[in-house]
């Protein structure tokens, strides 16, 4: 398989998850044949070149789904620079429009980072909710949750992995700590002692790395996280899609062959799992091309308070996105005793949905 049709692979999800359509995305992808260049034809320009009619038409976060996938996976072209400029342009017209967001920019000696975040309606400070995307998705992919605040009855801050999007803090071992750094800055607007992390795939793992070391985090949802094999098993290394293997390099600042040997101290260990003491909501896909299968076994062993979900899908469960949006507030509102009964509610809906609705009544 060529890189090109890789990406176009990968992208599915990612286009689903900002609700736009297989077919639709189909129609663009049909018209690229070339992954560099700004000309027809080629990624960025034709993904920019539709991103640029819907923003004409004020239809600014379509605009910034798109401006995000001509970017994808990551900044690594004056082009794709582009592009991701204007996806952060696009999202903040949107925001305009959205008074109870604010946008924050956090400043450290090692780099800065930004957080898009809304405490709700009223005054009151309440329990914080943190959401990050993976490697290859920027905070504008998952702004959509700022607007579940009130129903969450939660503050909400979306922000995104070390050196993905605009955040320029270095990654590696110590990437959770900017965890702390983010919970510092807005303990005077949310409850930061009772925080809820939902971080997709490589977030997950550096959150539940940093959860081990701060009781302030409540629980953690996440989708995909690599554990322990992933960074220790070289064989499967071997097969890992080249997409993530160029993102991990630009991560690291590192060339490919460099890269493995660098993700091999991020393990998490079975005694610090073991010492975990908080809820882990755990999404497997049974046929992830890029987690191993054995993170699962490694998860059940060591693991007290796990919530697995499986599906029968590749990384990310693309098919499985409607259960998904189910399942991942109802894991966050099921630990929280004020907000338990809605969780039940969703708990219902997302049966109903892996049953496809048929309810077999006096079985």
Known sequence: MTYLNELKEL????????????????????????EEGNSPSSWVYEWSKEAERLKQKAR???????????????????????????????????????????????????????VYFTKGLGD??????????????????????????????MAVAVTEMP????NTLAYGVDAGNMFSVLLEHLKFLADVNNTYVVAMSFSGHMAIQYALRDPRIKSITTVGAPIHYFFRDRNWWEQVPLTTKR?????????????????????????????????????????????PSLEKQFLQKNVKKLNLQEFDDVHGSPNHLQQ????????????????????????????????????KLGA
């Not at 050196?163 to 605009?166: D, T």
């Not at 991020?266 to 046929?287: D, G, V, W």
């Not at 507030?329 to 099921?334: E, G, N, T, Y």
Request: charged share 20%; aromatic share 8%.
């Open 163 to 166: 050196r993905v999007g605009e």
């Open 324 to 359: 998904m949006q189910l399942w991942v507030p109802m894991s966050i509102l099921s630990q929280r005793p004020k907000t338990k009964m809605k969780a039940e509610v969703l708990r219902w809906l997302f049966y109903l949905k892996q049953t496809k609705g048929i309810l």
């Open 247 to 291: 993102t991990l390099a630009h991560l690291l600042a590192l060339d490919i062959e460099d890269v493995f040997p660098a993700l091999t101290p991020m393990a998490l260990e079975k005694e610090q799992l073991q010492s975990l003491s908080i809820p882990l909501n755990y999404i497997f896909s049974r046929r992830d091309e890029i987690i």
């Open 60 to 114: 600014w976060l379509e605009a910034t789904s798109l401006y995000n996938i001509a970017r994808f996976p990551f900044v690594q072209s004056p082009e794709r620079k582009q592009a991701h400029f204007d996806c952060v342009e696009s999202c903040t017209e949107w925001l305009l429009t959205k008074p109870q967001i604010q946008k924050i920019n956090i400043n450290t000696t090692q780099g800065a980072f930004n």
């Open 124 to 153: 009151k400070k309440r329990p914080l909710l943190v959401v990050l995307g993976g490697i290859v998705s920027i905070k504008e992919q998952w702004v959509t949750f700022l607007e579940k605040a009130d129903a969450l009855d």
């Open 11 to 34: 992208i599915v999800l990612h286009a689903q998850a900002q609700g736009l359509t297989l077919s639709y995305c189909k129609s663009i992808l049909d018209r690229i044949s070339r």
